[in-house]
T-cell receptor, first 110, second 113 residues
């Protein structure tokens, strides 16, 4: 089955700096790559996703890039704010199977 | 629009006890699933359902049962709780399995002592 690795497990940045979280996947047939944000005490919520026919997608301060050849994708958050502090999960989906990364705890220091 | 509702939010069980975690969604999604979240291990799929009357096992099904009698409800049963089942449990729903946004409930933090 699909295996998703996520790095780093923790990330601390100063407010205003950029944050980058990277994920790799094992199955080249995976074609959907969502990113979820989990705030304290809440369930994960989709923040951005990308499909395999697209190399990059942006939504205001967040962007996701996909390198199908290398089988990795990344989440980029620019101009970080304290409210970006959360746990972020990547996932890779192939047909009817979605696998999640282990998560990254992002802390934005004011 | 409530989305996905899970109850209870917190639960403490003694080893050997049984209980049911409730999950309901009001988005008319066919696909529903249960995950457990453990530190450093992300979200692991326990059981899932592609529609009323149809359930199947995920990655870590041992010690859990599910049923899906209606489109809206998907309860998770712990048959005989063990300390290894201490975890945070999330119910999720989506239009299809994979390749689409999953909507998660707020989670149930379960401690087995």
């Amino acid at each position: 089955g699909e295996n998703v690795e996520q790095h780093p497990s923790t990330l601390s940045v100063q407010e205003g700096d950029s944050a980058v979280i990277k994920c790799t996947y094992s199955d080249s047939a995976s074609n959907y790559f969502p990113w979820y944000k989990q705030e304290l005490g809440k369930g994960p919520q989709l923040i951005i996703d990308i499909r395999s026919n697209v190399g990059e997608k942006k939504d205001q301060r967040i962007a996701v890039t996909l390198n199908k050849t290398a089988k990795h994708f990344s989440l980029h958050i620019t101009e970080t704010q304290p409210e970006d502090s959360a746990v972020y999960f990547c996932a890779a989906s192939i047909l009817n199977d979605m696998r999640f990364g282990a998560g990254t705890r992002l802390t934005v220091k004011p | 629009n409530a989305g996905v509702t899970q109850t209870p939010k917190f639960q403490v069980l003694k080893t050997g006890q049984s209980m049911t975690l409730q999950c309901a969604q009001d988005m008319n999604h066919e696909y529903m699933s249960w995950y457990r979240q453990d530190p450093g291990m992300g979200l692991r799929l326990i059981h899932y359902s592609v529609g009323a009357g149809i359930t199947d096992q995920g990655e870590v099904p041992n010690g859990y049962n599910v049923s899906r009698s209606t489109t809206e409800d998907f309860p998770l049963r712990l048959l005989s709780a063990a300390p290894s089942q201490t975890s945070v449990y999330f119910c999720a729903s989506s239009y299809t399995r994979g390749n689409t946004e999953a909507f998660f409930g707020q989670g149930t933090r379960l401690t087995v002592v």
